[in-house]
């Protein structure tokens, strides 16, 4: 190596090791003000608060829902350099009506109320209601060992607890909500009359939890209702006791097709505008309560991303939307009406980012993507780890959110945001999910995490 | 090396290495067990319930505090293989007396109320109470600087909010509250009459947040009340308009010194009981509330690390004293009694864990000890981090507790219980800090971090 290359070599090396600290230095700095003005100026708490007040109970298809659809592009229009409109979707609308009639039948005469929802996309029962035996069961193959000899004419009553042992909420769910989804079709199959589902929480509470179940189109549907959990252990003490006859009483009915907007705000990339990313969570609630954790708090943080952007006059690269879907709750029409569209168009989505897991406080992220691109991905993005552990944020492989889930297919980097799970089953599908119960500063803690995330990506791309 | 040689080395190496994953897989087995344990059959939850519900507003030195340290000795007692016993502790009581009166005097002859609570240790006004004038600041330094010709007469107002972009609200709240602290003797040193203090919350409510204010024996004593965030922006609004005139009444005194006994829980080690552990946090609280969070949390989580250990049937090789320590909130008469009494015995502190930051969901722990000691230990702990981390605990460098403190110079490993910080100051010192504010989940998930820490020390030693 002769003396003048070495001069050369030695400037190169220095040049580029100071730039690189340079750009660290920048984004240490650029992710301090997204987390300065989250918490200090943030937009996220009042707007989740309009949200919830003023259109709460927003189940796709519903006037509420179109409320909520109108508010949201009005916010996104409002923030400098946002275009925002609505996404046409078609969604099947289902319609609780009268409140939900369910009760032990009383040897002495009196009965006993339990708190119930019918399930969403639930038939009713007949307008006199129904009147049967109740069987507990702790699962559906339960149900298929028992067979149609004892399950005939009964109530099959899903007893099974989640299993608080689980650290994270999530999982605990994902080992018990097989009876909600699945379990009235399940009964059905073997002559069940109606099902009753213990809510999907680890609390000991009196709110009922709805949520979808749904029905093998080759069977007879059969109307499906969840009980709080301190009514399912009241239920299973009073059968334990001898044979208990429950009656139930709902008219809830699925009423078609109707309008029901996904929602889009977009900041249109200055180098790459035809790489996009997605920063989004669903706009549809349960038609109870506020949806307030679901997903009111995933939206408004993807909204607040923009604005934080535009505040701190970050001029993206790329394409950055935020995509408030429709309907996730009972058919995720937004979601797959909003991928068949893009793939027509042959988009490119570089990466989307969904919060759907409630506005906790922010743990990190999960990551997914088909397998081809997976690993180098995930081997780029885990350089930008030190940038946000001193916030507090992971990362992990495992799944991202239902409404980007159809987005896999363009081979793009696919993100859930992680909060902390463990209230999130007080609040979940129930008339509790209130704006009350969502805490100010974990919910922008949210927005600049998912804000610091998207600005690297946007920066630096993913490969 | 000769052939025999290398035999022996490869099977000593080869024994160790198992011995080592061995010995691993157990601690992964008992810290799942530890934490099946707290979250499907915890007492945390109910044991913190009742003593919210029947010994709350337990200041030091009241009838309530002799109620909590009698139910918790007695709790502690039937723990197996527990010996439970008070410790003698003399403590300063006050006692706030009716409530609060404090209105602007309005111009019109409308006053308007703002919700206030005396600051603990404070005097009270005159039994007619102070009308003056108020003045704003926002700093102790601001008064030094108007001086005697501005401030003499006047009630000062203190008005500088907690930093919302702290990412730790302790961290906010280190920078706000020495206005509370020092604030009114700072106020009286310049002819003052009394001052008013905005709540220590980063939240903007109706409640008012008391804690303690310590005067110079040397100034004049003058009242120290502390008003709700919203009221704090109200006069604050107020006063910009114009001069504001405030009336304040206030009767709270300092009774005299009373017995507050520390609550002590012991399992004596079977190894090495000359070695001890402790596990505690405070068992007063403020005299408003319930002291759910600050800090009955912590004294249940430390009861139920005695009794996660013996429903587990773990034999503690060291003696595990659960510490529950008296008059933390106005005086540290607690600690610094079991310390003088502790050292007065030759007693040796291995560790001492307090928790005293809230029951929220746990993200590790903070390390201190006496500098000659602190590396040798950090760097042994630090090995344990791989069987926490999956928990979402890490470790940390920094404060532990203020009951510990006084143990320090024992040279043992003095650590802290480091919660998810957001929610904390919803609640700190105010009515609100009440059981419904506490998530069964996270309360239990931090009894189980501790026990599973205390474990790792009593199992191995920190050197």
Redesign the interface.
């Known amino acids: 190596m002769n003396y003048r290359f070495q001069i050369v070599l030695l400037f190169t090396l220095t040049f580029s090791f100071l730039t690189h600290l340079e750009g660290q230095d920048d984004d240490v700095y650029m992710i301090k003000k997204i987390?300065?003005e989250a918490?200090?100026k943030g937009k996220a708490y009042p707007w989740l608060t309009d949200l919830c007040t003023k259109h709460g109970e927003r189940i796709a298809g519903s006037p509420a829902y179109l409320g909520a659809a109108n508010y949201t592009k009005d916010i996104l229009a409002g923030i400098k350099g946002v275009q925002s409109y609505h996404q046409p979707c078609e969604s099947s609308y289902w319609k609780r009506g009268a409140k939900e009639q369910v009760k032990i039948i009383g040897k002495n005469g009196k009965n006993i109320r339990l708190s119930a929802l019918s399930l969403g996309n639930s038939v009713a029962t007949p307008t006199e209601g129904i009147t049967a035996e109740v069987i507990e069961v702790q699962s559906l193959d339960e149900v298929e060992k028992l067979g149609k000899e004892k399950i005939s004419g009964k109530i099959v009553f899903y007893n099974r607890p989640m299993d608080?042992?689980q650290?994270r909420?999530f999982s605990a769910y994902g080992g018990a909500v097989d009876q909600r989804v699945y379990g009235p079709s399940k009964a059905a199959e073997f002559g069940a009359v109606a099902a009753l589902v213990r809510s999907m929480t680890?609390?000991l509470d009196d709110f009922p939890h709805t949520g979808v179940t749904i029905y093998k189109d080759s069977l007879n549907k059969i109307p499906g209702i969840a009980i709080s959990t301190l009514d399912a252990e009241k239920l299973s003490r009073a059968i334990k006791k001898g044979p208990v006859n429950v009656f139930l009483k709902t008219n809830c009915q699925t009423i078609g097709m109707k309008s029901a907007p996904t929602v889009i705000g977009e900041i249109k990339g200055s180098v790459f505008p035809e790489e996009i990313i997605v920063v989004g969570g669903h706009l549809d609630s349960w038609d109870v309560g506020q949806g307030a954790h679901d997903d009111g708090a995933g939206c408004i943080q993807s909204m607040e991303v923009l604005r934080l952007f535009t505040a701190l006059g970050y001029q993206p690269k790329r394409t950055i939307r935020c995509v408030l879907f429709s309907n996730e709750e009972n058919g995720l029409a937004g979601g797959r009406t909003y991928a068949k569209l893009s793939n027509e168009k042959n988009e490119f989505h570089l990466a989307a980012l969904e919060s759907d897991s409630g506005g906790f406080?922010p743990?990190g992220f999960s990551f997914e993507a088909d397998t081809s691109v997976f690993k180098s991905y995930y081997k780029h993005v885990s350089k930008w780890l030190p940038l946000l552990e001193s916030?507090?944020l992971h990362f992990e492989m495992g799944g991202s959110g239902a409404d980007i889930g159809p987005l896999k297919s363009q081979k793009g980097l696919l993100i859930g945001l992680r909060p902390?799970s463990?209230?999130y089953f007080?609040f979940h599908h129930t008339a509790n999910d209130r704006i009350e119960n969502v805490?100010?500063?974990?919910l922008e803690?949210g927005a600049a995490a998912m804000a610091s995330l998207i600005y690297l990506i946007d920066k630096y791309g993913i490969k």
Do not use: A, I, V, W
């Open positions: 987390h300065d918490l200090g608080p042992t650290l909420t680890t609390s406080s743990k916030y507090g902390d463990q209230r007080d805490n100010k500063r974990e803690l």
